[in-house]
């Protein structure tokens, strides 16, 4: 059986944001928690992939890294179905290349975030720029959901 294209990009897509949201959630269970630098370095935690969990402040730490790596997961899913199957289709390309973009500053912010111990500057960018990455991804999701555009030559009805 055939893989459905648009429904995968679709999938993905909105997977994508649903992750984007919950990253945002873990990261403010982060924040409230004061749990920020329980894994001071990047991008391992506390010199190991998977660190000791038994930790609170590690456990949510390292759960905010692994729910933003799905996002990331997701994001790129999305950019690659774009970019080898729905080419002609520039608005999911383009919107799925900058909405990659921005995860990828996002990445890097929230890698200065640790390595800034927390400065509050830097934190506040890698909220407004998570919030930047919720609103992209959910535009790439809606966007997916549009039908496709009939090809040229082709006849409705």
Not at 47 to 68: M, Q, W, Y
Not at 73 to 89: G, P, Q, Y
């Amino acid at each position: 059986m055939p893989i459905d294209r648009r429904r995968l990009l679709q999938v993905v897509a909105i997977l994508g944001a649903l992750f984007a949201y919950a990253t945002i959630v873990v990261g403010g269970t982060v924040r409230g928690m004061g749990a920020g630098l329980a894994c001071p370095d990047w991008p391992l935690c506390n010199g190991s992939v998977v660190p000791d969990l038994t930790d609170g402040n590690v456990l949510v730490e390292f759960i905010h890294r692994f729910v933003a790596a799905l996002t990331g997961l997701f994001m790129l899913s999305t950019l690659i179905a774009a970019l080898v199957w729905f080419r002609s289709e520039m608005p999911v390309v383009t919107l799925s290349i900058m909405s990659f973009g921005v995860l990828v500053i996002q990445v890097g912010v929230g890698a200065i975030t640790i390595t800034s111990d927390n400065d509050w500057v830097v934190v506040t960018i890698h909220l407004a720029l998570g919030t930047a990455t919720l609103a992209s991804a959910l535009i790439v999701a809606l966007v997916s959901l549009w039908p496709a555009a009939p090809s040229k030559g082709a006849t409705v009805g």
